[in-house]
């Protein structure tokens, strides 16, 4: 069965504080993609990154980094410095090579970064 | 590049009715997922189009339908409407391959709520 679990249901941090959003996954396909996805309360789901299975490599974007772990099937996200302009709703999504449209998301991550 | 877009952005029906959403995609995307977002059950995929055939289903019940046009324009169908149909309804589009810049891209939904 697949399964993404994101067990921060809110979290508070202070402008420019560094805060790690986990995302944890379950899946028997040994081809998948992981993604994050940020919803503003415009609704609207933002896509940030998209990692497949076989690409362990971590990822640096600007303030955004991301820790993708096979041996934990953890696809962790860290926003270094955070800002207001974060505050939004974060879901982890994943997707298996044989529905590769039809995501499984976690129940996403409140982020709130307070001035 | 205009994003997806969905019409209408609003809507609010009675019990029993019969509902329509539209969601143009991105230019050139062929493929046009829906989801449906709730407090209580979060994101769940309900259907994939991909050249004007349903390549995905999930699992919703027949009530909840949908179809593409040759423009791979999209629209989803809920009959006999029900209170628990009350949600932000997502329409994303894709080029709908698995290849690594093909992300679903999400328009800004439709809210529905069902009285």
């Known amino acids: 069965a697949q399964k993404v679990t994101q067990a921060q249901t809110e979290i508070s941090v202070v402008e420019k504080e560094d805060v790690t959003l986990d995302c944890v996954y379950e899946?028997?396909?040994?081809?998948?993609?992981l993604f994050w996805y940020k919803q503003p309360p415009s609704g609207e789901l933002v896509f940030l990154i998209r990692r497949n299975s076989f690409d362990e490599q971590n990822e640096i974007s600007g303030r955004y980094s991301w820790n993708f772990q096979k041996s934990t099937s953890s696809f962790n996200f860290t926003i270094t410095a955070s800002q207001v302009v974060d505050s939004a709703v974060y879901f982890c999504a994943l997707s298996e090579l044989r529905n590769f449209n039809k995501f499984y998301f976690g129940s996403g991550t409140k982020l709130n970064v307070k001035p | 590049k205009a994003g997806v877009t969905q019409t209408p952005r609003y809507l609010i029906k009675t019990r029993g009715q019969q509902v329509t959403l539209s969601c143009s995609p991105i230019s050139g995307h062929r493929s046009v997922s829906w989801y449906q977002q709730t407090p209580g059950q979060g994101l769940q995929f309900l259907f994939e189009?991909?050249?004007?055939?349903?390549?995905n289903k999930g699992n919703f019940p027949g009530r909840f339908s949908g179809r593409q046009f040759s423009n791979s324009r999209s629209e989803m169908n809920v009959s006999t409407l029900e209170l628990g149909d009350s949600a932000l309804y997502l329409c994303?589009?894709?080029?709908?391959?698995?290849?690594?810049?093909?992300?679903?891209?999400f328009g800004n939904g439709t809210r529905l709520t069902v009285t």
């Open positions: 899946t028997r396909d040994t081809t998948y993609y």
């Open positions: 994303a589009s894709s080029l709908g391959q698995p290849t690594y810049n093909s992300p679903l891209h």
């Open positions: 189009y991909f050249s004007e055939t349903q390549r």
